[in-house]
């Protein structure tokens, strides 16, 4: 059976539903189909002790602020779902779950959306999968030889898996260093970065980055001088476990390794560490394998957009994966302003094609 509607959001995170909150707005018929089988998109993966890096009324999407946690000025990650699943209700956004989402197809005047329970036909698509389901392992040298235990970011649950073990984490990112800091007062990690670990001043979070990221984007639209986005600040947010864990001097670095052996790892002067477990906090990639028949990736393996529309299919944008498609669209605050620009851009093409 094939079902219908002007426009198909792709994934219910925080993303699909700042863009439904905007179609219902703007009167447009939508569905929203997500993988999970339950609101809250990735944030229902996160590690135990995950905080956020804004206080919760800077991680609000449009229309609802996040109310504070008690207790925590920065908040947990089940806190996130509370407010992502009330969010879905108090709008009334059509969720369909679990629905995952095979491949989009053109079809004539369409876009053909192929799920594992059915076909959707719509006018326009809004890719919105985040990023979480694609982790990102870098090619080491030796890593299929390791005996011990590999995970990535998105396995990692608490330090009481560890208990007495010999732990790498890897990675000198949020990630590396939020989990590098949880670790650190049992299990003394080693934490591996390949340069050394850029710490925001301590008075920076979210918000603040929020600011440079949108300073930034108007600066260039503006065409005036790049004065460097949130980059240029630095890699890790100081939140409190991550500041506590640093001041205590728990959290030592070591430069990359350039091998895996057996054991352990090998540094390029020939020196070893025996490990028991790695944790790869390398990162992810955005999950698009469902818009492979478009065949959209340019020579770099990038969709190329124009804002959140892609420039080679102007019925699909996508939404929430990072500065190229919106400033911040890969946060809570901001992915609320091109979740707008997207929806009025498909009203205009709606618009259009019935004027046409
Ligand atoms: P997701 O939350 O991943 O939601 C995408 C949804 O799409 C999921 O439900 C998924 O199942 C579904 N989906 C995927 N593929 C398909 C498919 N083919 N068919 C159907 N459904 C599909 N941001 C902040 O604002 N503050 C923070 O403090 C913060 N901390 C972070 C910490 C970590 C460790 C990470 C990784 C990210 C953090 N972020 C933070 C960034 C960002 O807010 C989150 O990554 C957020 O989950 C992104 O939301 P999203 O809606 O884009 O993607």
């Given at each position: ?149 590999q995970l990535h970011t998105?396995?990692y ?10 732990v790498l984490v890897v990675g ?7 989990i ?9 990690p ?87 477990a790695i944790i790869w906090c ?75």
């Amino acid at each position: 059976m094939t079902n219908g509607a002007q426009v198909v959001v792709i994934g219910g995170g925080q993303a699909g539903l700042a863009a439904g909150y905007h179609l219902r707005r703007l009167g447009l018929e939508f569905v929203i189909l997500d993988a999970q089988t339950t609101p809250g998109g990735a944030w229902q993966h996160a590690w135990e002790s995950l905080r956020l890096f804004s206080p919760a009324a800077y991680s609000s999407l449009p229309g609802r602020l996040m109310p504070a946690q008690p207790s925590e000025t920065y908040p947990d990650a089940q806190h996130v779902v509370d407010y992502l699943t009330e969010y879905e209700k108090r709008y009334e956004l059509l969720v369909e779950r679990p629905v995952r989402v095979l491949g989009v197809h053109r079809d004539g005047g369409f876009l053909r959306v192929e799920t594992d329970s059915g076909t959707w036909r719509a006018r326009a698509v809004i890719s919105a999968t985040g990023t979480w389901w694609r982790p990102f392992l870098p090619a080491v040298p030796g890593r299929a030889a390791f005996r011990g235990r590999q995970l990535h970011t998105v396995e990692y649950r608490s330090p009481a898996d560890f208990a007495g073990q010999r732990v790498l984490v890897v990675g000198g990112g949020n990630s590396g260093a939020q989990i590098a800091a949880d670790l650190a007062d049992g299990t003394d990690p080693t934490w591996v970065t390949q340069r050394p670990p850029r710490f925001l001043a301590d008075d920076i979070d979210g918000r603040v980055l929020f600011d440079v990221a949108t300073a930034r984007r108007r600066a260039l639209d503006d065409g005036r001088t790049d004065l460097g986005g949130v980059a240029s600040l630095g890699d890790i947010v100081a939140v409190p476990p991550v500041r506590e864990a640093r001041d205590r001097g728990l959290l030592t670095r070591r430069p990359m390794f350039t091998r895996l052996h057996s054991g352990g790892v090998e540094w390029p002067d020939g020196t070893r560490a025996e490990a028991d477990a790695i944790i790869w906090c390398t990162g992810f990639r955005p999950a698009l394998p469902h818009l492979a028949p478009l065949q959209l990736r340019g020579r770099r393996g990038h969709i190329g957009t124009d804002g959140t529309r892609a420039v080679d299919e102007p019925r699909l944008h996508l939404l929430g994966y990072g500065d190229w498609t919106g400033p911040a669209s890969a946060t809570l605050i901001g992915v609320g302003r091109p979740a707008r620009e997207a929806t009025r851009e498909i009203s205009g093409l709606l618009a259009d094609r019935r004027a046409g």
